[in-house]
DNA sequence: ACTACTAATGCTCGTTTTGAGTATTATAAA
DNA sequence: TTTATAATACTCAAAACGAGCATTAGTAGT
C-alpha cells in the first residue's frame, strides 16, 4: 500500500554534522587540518573542522560545511567535494546512546598553503599519525610486520561464534585482500577497508570506546595511530582514499600545488599522497603528453643542479581530455 | 571561539530522504524501477522508491532504504552504494518552500532481474526516457542537434546581467565540455553535469516548477525528456553517472549478469550502460586476460550462430587486481 | 677561471597493451 | 547440402609504458 505523508510530528528528525577534511602538503608531507575538540568525559581529542547543518543559516550544505570551518580555524579553502554520509558516529554504538541520532556528511577539501597563511586556531598533522600502516616513504612500513599483520591474524583465526556461517569471505581473505598479505599487491586506494578491518578487529582505539564490551581483548593501543573524536578518522580514512583515487583520473593534484612549480615539485607532491615510486622522466613524459602543464617561461635556479622550468596547470585540458589526471596504473609495486 | 554543544531545543533537525535509484538491464535495454508517487497538487510523477529515515526503526541508513523499497515495490536488491546527499531537493527552490527541510541521500542499486520476477509495485522504465540524448545506441541522437544543442546556445548567447563578469568557465565552454559540441569528445560519464546544465538553463521541467518566475522565457516541453518529482531525475543522473564510471575499474558489472553467460551477453550489457562501442574479439580479450571470468564448461547453443561458451564471474578477481573491471579507456570514439 | 657535484632535461629501446582487422569454425534453418 | 549467422582464433601495426643512459646548466669550492 502506499505511503502516506508523514503528518508534522511524526517526521523522524535528526541532526546533521558536517566535517570537514582538508588535505595539503607540507614540504613533501601530507597533512590535514585538526582541531582539538572536548568530547563527553575525557579530554580534548583530535578532531576535523566540524559542526551542524542548519537549514536557517545555511543556503547549502557546503556553505554551511565553510562557515564552521572559517569559524574554528581561519581557514577559506577552495576545492571541496562530499565524500559520504555516515548514518551513525560510531557504527557499532549503542541504539540508546543515539538520541537524538546524529548523521555525518564528510566532506575533503584540499587547499594550498604555505608558510605566510596563518591560521588562527588549528594546526597540521600528518596523514600517518593516524594512519601508521599507511606510510610508505621509506619503503614498506615495519609497524605492518611488528604489529598490524599479527594482531590482524591472531583476529582471523579467532572462534566466530556468533557470525553465520557463509560469510561471503573469511576474515583471512579480508586481511589477505585489504592489507596484501601472502602475495597480495598492496593498493594505495583502501585505506578505508583498512580502517574498517582494524575497527571490526578492535583494534583501533575507536573500537573499543565504541564497543567496550571487546576491550580486554583487543587491547589496541597508540601503536595503531592517534584516535580521533567521534568518526572522524573514518572519515579520515575516506578522504585519503578519495584522494588518492581521484589525483588518477582527475587534476586535483594541482588544487595542492602553488600558481608555478617544477615538474619535480610536482611529482613530490604526487607521491606524498600516493607514496614514491615514480620514475621521474616518464612522470615528466606523462604529465607533459598529457597537457597537464605548460611552461611559463621562468626558471627556478638553487635547486641543487640545473636550473628547473616553471610550469602551471592548462586548465582547458578539462575541455581536450575525458579524464585528465596523473594516470598512474593502479597497483604498481614499489 | 569554540562551539558550545547545542542544547537540546536548539538542535537544528531535518527530514531525511532515502532514495534508491535501482538499476537493471532487459534484453539489452538499461531500465530503473519507477513508482508514481503524488506530489503536492499535481497528478502523480514518476519517482524513485524512497522515504524517510527514521533512526528509531532503521539501524543504518542502508536498513532504512532497504524497507522502504520492500515496502514499496516487493523487490530485495542484493548490491548497493551510496551516491550522494543533496541539500536540497530542487536546488533553486525557495527557502519558505523548505520548512522542515529535507536533505536526501540517494543510492545506487544494481541487479538481475528476469521475467520470473515479479515487482509487488511498480515498473520498470528505459533511462533514456528520462535522458533521451544520453541514448547512442543508434549513434548520436538526433535530438542534440534537433533541440538541445540549439536551445543551450541560445542560452548561451543570452545576456547575463545578474551573474559575476569573472565567471571562471563561462557558458558556451560549459556547453563545450558536457556536451561535446565543436570538436569536443562525448565523455558517456558526465549525465550528471549535462542534466544539471539543462536545470541551469531552465529547460527541463523540474527547473521550471523551482523557478517558475524562468517558465515563460525557456519553456522546455517534454522534448527534454520524462520530469521526476523533487530531486529525482538529478538522483537517477548521478546513479548513471556512476554506474558508468564504476563498472571501468571494479567488477560491478556482473551484479547485472545472471549466474552464467556468454562473453557476447556481457559486452552487450556493458554496451547498454556505456553506449555501443566495443570491439568484440578485443572484448573477449579483454575480460579473459583480465580473469574476470571463467568458463563453466557448458555451451549455450540457439545464438544464431556457432555455440557460445558459458562464462561465470571470478569472484577471486577482486583478490588479485587492485582495479579489476572492464577496461575500457574513458573517451573512446564511436 | 677551473673543477666537482648535483639535479634537470633529452633521448633510446625493448616490452606490453591496444586497436583493428582477417580467417576459421560450429550450429540452425532452408 | 547449402546458406546464414554468430562464436572463436589468430595477426599485425601503432601506441603506451618501464627502465635506463647521456647531456646540460646551474652551484660551491679551490
New binding site residues.
Given amino acids: 500500500m502506499r505511503r502516506e505523508p508523514l503528518s508534522r510530528k511524526d517526521v523522524p528528525s535528526v541532526e546533521i554534522g558536517l566535517n570537514a577534511a582538508i588535505a595539503s602538503v607540507h614540504n613533501d608531507e601530507p597533512v590535514v587540518l585538526i582541531v582539538k575538540e572536548t568530547a563527553d568525559s575525557v579530554g580534548a581529542s583530535d578532531s576535523l573542522p566540524s559542526g551542524p547543518f542548519s537549514p536557517r543559516q545555511h543556503r547549502t550544505l557546503e556553505i554551511g560545511l565553510r562557515s564552521w570551518v572559517r569559524e574554528q580555524t581561519g581557514l577559506d579553502f577552495g576545492y571541496v567535494e562530499q565524500l559520504y554520509t555516515f548514518g551513525d558516529r560510531g557504527r557499532h554504538a549503542r541504539a540508546e546512546d543515539r538520541d537524538p541520532h546524529v548523521v555525518s556528511i564528510g566532506y575533503l577539501a584540499l587547499t594550498h598553503t604555505d608558510s605566510a597563511d596563518d591560521l588562527q586556531r588549528g594546526s597540521w598533522h600528518s596523514w600517518y599519525e593516524y594512519f601508521p600502516w599507511e606510510d610508505w616513504r621509506r619503503g614498506r612500513p615495519s609497524i605492518l610486520e611488528t604489529t598490524v599483520l599479527p594482531r590482524l591474524k591472531a583476529w582471523a583465526q579467532m572462534p566466530q561464534m556468533h557470525e553465520a556461517p557463509s560469510r561471503p569471505i573469511d576474515r583471512s581473505e579480508r586481511v589477505r585482500m585489504c592489507f596484501g598479505a601472502e602475495g597480495g599487491a598492496w593498493d594505495e586506494e583502501k585505506v578505508l577497508d583498512r580502517y574498517e578491518l582494524l575497527y571490526e578487529a578492535g583494534l583501533v582505539d575507536e573500537a573499543q570506546r565504541d564497543r567496550p564490551e571487546f576491550a580486554v581483548a583487543n587491547s589496541g593501543g597508540p601503536q595503531f595511530g592517534t584516535p580521533m573524536i567521534f568518526d572522524h578518522r573514518r572519515i579520515l580514512a575516506t578522504a585519503i582514499s578519495r584522494v588518492r583515487a581521484k589525483i588518477k583520473y582527475r587534476p586535483v593534484i594541482f588544487e595542492l600545488m602553488p600558481q608555478e612549480f617544477?615538474?619535480?615539485e610536482l611529482q613530490k607532491t604526487v607521491e606524498a599522497i600516493l607514496g614514491p615510486h615514480l620514475?621521474?622522466?616518464?612522470f615528466?613524459?606523462?604529465v607533459e603528453s598529457a597537457g597537464l602543464v605548460e611552461p611559463t617561461g621562468q626558471?627556478k635556479?638553487?635547486?641543487?643542479?640545473?636550473?628547473?622550468?616553471l610550469f602551471r596547470f592548462r586548465r582547458e585540458v578539462v575541455l581536450e581530455r575525458p579524464a585528465p589526471g596523473v594516470?598512474v596504473?593502479p597497483g604498481?609495486q614499489l
Same sequence: chains 1, 2.
Fill in positions: 617544477t615538474l619535480y620514475h621521474k622522466q616518464n615528466r613524459r606523462l626558471v635556479t638553487r635547486t641543487g643542479g640545473r636550473p628547473a622550468k594516470r596504473k604498481r
